[in-house]
Nanobody, 116 residues
């Protein structure tokens, strides 16, 4: 199993950025997936989740209305569209696979910095 995030970088407040997480080594379309983030000096926090077919999503209150999680099962990829990011969204972003009531595989993370 491998999860590889990409798309991070420097973005201005109010801009937009799309993160990708390419999955391999398992039947992607059968698993729920999530995004987490960890800011310096803080604990890792859950950001958003999506079910296996992309018909149901959930978001942390801090990103609701600004971020959108989606997936393309044909490409084995889950996305996080970040619109109107704020400086407090600066963090390393991770994707994770949900399996049997736990997150069992994580990517290596991609840095997102929101700054003017």
């Amino acid at each position: 199993v491998q999860l590889v995030e990409s798309g991070g970088g420097l973005v201005q407040p109010g801009g937009s950025l799309r993160l990708s997480c390419a999955a391999s080594g398992f039947t992607f379309r059968t698993y729920f997936m999530s995004w987490f983030r960890q800011a310096p000096g803080k604990e890792r926090e859950w950001v958003a989740s999506i079910n296996n077919i992309g018909s149901s999503t959930n978001y942390a209150d801090s990103v609701k209305g600004r971020f959108t999680i989606s997936r393309d099962n044909a490409k084995n990829t889950v996305y996080l569209q970040m619109n109107s990011p704020k400086p407090e969204d600066t963090a390393v972003y991770y994707c994770a696979r949900y399996n049997s009531q736990k997150y069992d595989y994580w990517g290596q993370g991609t840095q997102v910095t929101v700054s003017s």
